[in-house]
């Protein structure tokens, strides 16, 4: 099993540019999860899934839309970059309500200039 | 509105030594709180969790300590070693009635551990 996997790993791009980030999880589970990492704040949820078709808004979900098609994967997009969205991104997944464990991805590490 | 204050934000520590790292939250509705440890370069991954109904947890030389009363609990890295530097995020969350799953994760304590 490989877990979850995000791709790509690195990124860099120009203000106003878009691009997506994928999230794949093999492990069958209901609830996905976008997050940002940044020096001293931690991480804060932008967009969370409980289920195949269904998002919703987390901590700091603007600048950011997302689709979960299928259930393995979770995409997040960023329509028209913003250097304030240059950050550390991590997908996690978990099977469903709290105790459930969340597993998260490598991560991507996004530049914006 | 911050969920979960952890402090403090870095810690330097000998190998051998005790490291302990405090959470507080507000939301006496959580009944879930997992720590998780995180490696440079690496995504975050559960190390060790508790509930409310007990007020110590211990797997090897990774405590939790829960007050409840006191709405804080705290993780303490007992016989630190050089291994152990990474980045620790306390967490908490409601499980019973909840149908979110959503953790809300305090700012991170980053630790190191001199050889």
């Known amino acids: 099993n490989a877990g979850v996997t995000q791709t790509p790993k690195f990124r860099v791009l120009k203000t106003g540019q878009s691009m997506t980030l994928l999230c794949a999880q093999d492990?069958?589970?209901?609830?996905m999860y976008w997050y940002r990492q940044d020096p001293g704040m931690g991480l804060r949820l932008i967009h969370y899934s409980v289920g195949e078709g269904t998002t919703a808004k987390g901590e700091v979900p603007d600048g950011y839309n997302v689709s979960r098609l299928k259930k393995q994967n979770f995409l997040l997009g960023l329509e028209s970059a913003a250097p304030s969205q240059t950050s550390v991104y991590f997908c996690a997944s978990s099977q469903g309500v709290g105790l459930n464990e969340q597993f998260f991805g490598p991560g991507t590490r996004l530049t914006v200039l | 509105q911050q969920q979960v204050k952890q402090s403090p934000q870095s810690l330097i520590v000998q190998k051998g030594g005790i490291s302990i790292i405090n959470c507080a939250y507000e939301?006496?509705?959580?009944?879930?709180f997992p720590w998780y440890q995180q490696f440079p370069g690496k995504g975050p991954a559960l190390l060790i969790a508790?509930?409310?109904?007990?007020s110590e947890k211990k797997e090897g030389r990774f405590t939790i300590s829960f007050n409840k009363s006191a709405k804080q609990f705290s993780l303490h890295i007992m016989d630190s070693q050089p291994g152990d530097s990474a980045t620790y995020f306390c967490a908490a969350t409601r499980d019973r009635g909840s149908t979110l799953g959503r953790l809300y994760f305090g700012r991170g304590t980053q630790l190191t551990v001199w050889p």
């Open positions: 492990m069958n589970h209901e609830y």
């Open positions: 939301n006496t509705a959580f009944d879930y």
């Open positions: 508790i509930r409310p109904d007990v």
